[in-house]
Structures are given as C-alpha cells and as structure tokens.
C-alpha cells in the first residue's frame, strides 16, 4: 500500500471517502463536498449511515459519524466501510480528513480503514484485500498535517492484526514454539531482544509452576523473555514490565472442561496482546524501557499431566496446593512475575489474561475487570482505557479475601473451591507473587479478548490490550 498526501481531487480517479458530523434530517444546509450538494432529507450524517453517488469517473462514499464520535466508534464505521464496501475500491481510493477533525480522529479513522483488511478465513482461498496489494494508493485529502498521527495508526493497525491472527489460527499452528519463533523474528524485525527458555532450561530456572502446567502436552512450553530499550533513552529511564498468559489451548487438564472448550485457543489472548504490544512500543520507539514476559503452555491431559491435589513447587520459592487444573494460568503468571521482579525488577508491573470467568460474570462483555495496589496506575490505565474503547473497572483486593488462597498443606493454593468472588481470589493469588511490589495491575480480559460482532459469524479475537498497554506506557 502507498500512502500519499494531495492537495486537490483535480488529478485523482477512484473511490473518494468523506466522513460528515451529522447534522439533522431539515437542515436547510446541505452536505457539501467537489461541487455535489446532498439534501439533508437524503443524507445528514447519521451515525452508521452512507450515500453513495458518482461524479465522472470518481465514486463519491459519504459517512455518516454522528455528532461527537468517540474513537472506538470511529474505528468501528472506518473497519466496517474497508471490511463490508471493498468493491467499491479500486486502485485508488481518497480518504477526505475535514478540518473539524482532532488528530485523534484521523487516527482511529485510518486505523479502522487497515483493521479492515482482516478477515477470519485464514485457511480459505480467497482474494486479497485491496489495500494489501503492493500497488494499491492511499491518497489523503486534507488541510491540516496528519501525517504523524496517520504513521502512527498504520503502526497500531499492523500490530493489532498480527495479534488477531495469534489468537484466531488454531491451536495445532499456535503452539508453545510458534509464539516463540514469532517473538524472536519480530525482535529481529522491530529491534528487541528475545530469550527462550525451552523446558529444560526452565527446569534448571526452578519455574516449577509454569513446568507443571505444560507437562501433559506434547507441545514443549516455552517461557519468552523480551526486552526492549528504545535507541535514544532519556535520562531518567522508566522501566515497564508486563506479563501475559499464553496458554495456547486450555483442555482445564485433568480438571477438564464440561463447555465451551471449542473457544480455547483464545487462551493465549493475553500473551498475544503483550507480543503485540512489544511490536508497537518497539515500532513506535517509545522513551521507555520495557521487559515482557509470556509464559507459553497448552493444559492437556495425559497421565503426565498435574493432579488436583498435588504440590508443586513455584519459582519464587513457595509451594501451591492444586486444587483445580483449570486454574492454570495463574500458575504460569505466578511464575513469570516472580521470574520478572527477581531479575528486572521493573517500576511497574502489568499483567494481562483471559483468567476467570466470574469477570465474564461481572462485567459482561464491556470492559476488563483491573485489580491494582496502586492509585496512579489505577487512574491512567482507567483514563487510557477509556479514550480509545478498551475500557477496564475495578475490582478490589481486600485482605478478606485472603483466605480463599490459604492452604493447610502449602503456602497458597491455587483456587477458592468457592463459586462466588473467583476473579477477585485469583487476583489475590496473583498478588501473593508479586511481593508487595508497590505498582502492579492486574487486568483479567476474559470478557473481552474474544467475542462477538459484525465482522464474522463466529467468535473470534479482538486484540484488546495491544493500544491499551501501548498507549499506558507511552504516557507515563
């Protein structure tokens, strides 16, 4: 895809895109645009509305936003337009950016146009979208200078739709190895540095909890390191650290599960959102050192596999009575922020997993449930969410809660036994690791990793969580 800036449609030829703020169905004004006048009893700019009409040899699309788009919904009409109305580009397409329009806008504007390039059929033989074609031409009309905001969205795009791919190939392409090789051919790529450790070195790592989990799977489990310092470093560097589960299929192991195993693959929803946004930050070259860890397992069942009952022995030196398989990833996640504060020790500390679904529960589909110990984290990442649609609420961690992790026979176990408050205990299990580190934030995303909407029949992923720790970093 070519991306170029025009002054004038006089020499263009092709599909023209023209956002409009709506107005009102008797507006004595009409939409105006290259010498066309549209009668706002036709078109006004409703949100989710279009008109289509030709001019000579130019195909003129106009798009209702609405009044006051927020960036989400901005993204979703651009994504719907690029993903639903393909046939109408051709070789060449204009996208008109008005001059009412923040940076922000441009932004989530031309984000969706790319997001829309994606499509669930993987492995059906079909035609390439037209904006992947090498000699397709992206013109962009406009008097203000996008041009950083517009890189930048091209960037966001690119990452989210490596992380979609992630989570929606299935579990028998997305194994343990394959993130592993994936992390280590975008350090090369992107300019970060990758360190695997296969199984026996995470054996010797004494990672107890991460091995005990992958032990049942043919699929070796690959604990990824990546560290990323941008080329020009201010002088007071701030140091991130993230962690994401990457269970790349979930039977619930010997605990295994009775529904909706078919949607496992999605397991790994949290990991691929940390990949991903090592791809962005590294891409984006924010002033901000950041070390990511995803512990990558497939939970099988075999006669290999971890008992309920069992105690296993945990990276950072305590032992965790098993009481349920299916409470896997906290176990890897216990293990990658021990191995992370140990040996980093970053400022802050995010960790991100599909981990409960008693945050389904709580929240539905609308947001991610955050846990944190600390106020300022709790505000931004709030604040971050919430400007650009990937919203989080908080849940808390009172101490009351501590005796759903208590065990008689070792230092914690690793599930409540209780059907109430779940997403809660195993963030407390969460924060038994993490030492009384005074910045972590723990975000449970099973309710909205990977669901449902317009743009396939299925579930599929959504790659909440690249933008969302991307653009917390960025602002710190």
């Not at 409703?46 to 130019?58: A, F, H, P």
């Given at each position: ?413 690793n599930f409540s036994g209780k059907p109430v408050a779940g997403a809660i205990s195993a963030a407390k299990f969460l924060e038994f690791f993490t030492k009384e580190h005074p910045a972590w934030a723990h975000l449970d995303i099973a309710g909205v990793a990977f669901g449902d909407d317009e743009f396939a029949k299925s579930k599929h992923a959504t790659a909440y969580g690249v933008h969302l720790l991307t653009k917390f970093i960025e602002n710190l």
């Open positions: 895809m070519i991306t170029t800036k025009i002054d004038s449609l006089e020499n263009f030829s092709g599909t023209i895109l023209i956002p409009v703020f709506e107005t009102t169905e008797k507006n004595l004004i009409p939409v105006k645009f290259d010498d066309l006048e549209i009668p706002s009893s036709v078109f006004y700019g409703k949100k989710d509305s279009t008109y289509l009409t030709q001019k000579g040899e130019n195909l003129y699309l106009f798009i209702g936003i609405g009044k006051n788009p927020d960036y989400k919904s901005l993204k979703t009409i651009f994504r719907r337009i690029s993903f639903k109305e393909k046939k109408l580009f051709n070789k060449k397409l204009c996208l008109f950016l008005p001059e009412e329009f923040a940076s922000e806008q441009a932004e989530a504007a031309m984000s969706g146009l790319l997001l829309g390039t994606y499509d669930l059929g993987h492995y059906k033989e079909q035609e390439k979208h037209p904006f992947l074609k090498a000699d397709f031409e992206l013109n962009i009309l406009a008097v203000q200078d996008y041009s950083v905001w517009l890189s930048k969205a091209i960037k966001i795009a690119r990452a989210q739709l490596e992380t979609l791919s992630l989570v929606d190939l299935p579990p028998n392409k997305v194994t343990p190895k394959y993130l592993a090789l994936w992390a280590q051919d975008k350090g090369i790529q992107y300019g970060f540095d990758v360190k695997v450790l296969g199984l026996e070195d995470a054996k010797k790592e004494y990672l107890g909890a991460f091995v005990a989990v992958g032990r049942g799977s043919d699929n070796e489990a690959q604990f990824v390191i990546m560290n990323y310092t941008p080329k020009i470093a201010p002088a007071s560097l701030k140091h991130v650290g993230l962690v994401g589960k990457g269970i790349t299929f979930d039977t619930g192991g010997l605990n295994i599960k009775t529904s909706g195993m078919v949607h496992m693959k999605c397991d790994m929803a949290g990991g691929a959102a940390v990949f991903g946004a090592m791809q962005l930050i590294a891409d984006l070259q924010l002033p901000v050192r950041v070390t990511a860890i995803v512990p990558c397992a497939e939970n099988a069942v075999d006669n290999k596999s971890f008992l309920p009952s069992e105690v296993i022995h945990s990276y950072s030196g305590n032992s965790i009575e098993i009481i349920d398989t299916d409470a896997e990833g906290r176990l890897i996640l216990a293990d990658g922020l021990s191995y992370l504060i140990k040996n980093y020790k970053p400022e802050y500390i995010i960790d991100i997993a599909t981990l409960t679904g008693s945050s389904v529960g709580t929240f539905g589909y609308e947001c991610g449930a955050l846990f944190t110990n600390n106020e300022f984290i709790s505000k931004k990442i709030q604040e971050t969410g919430t400007s650009i649609g990937e919203r989080l609420w908080p849940l808390p961690l009172w101490d009351a809660y501590k005796d759903d992790i208590e065990s008689d026979i070792a230092d914690v176990k």
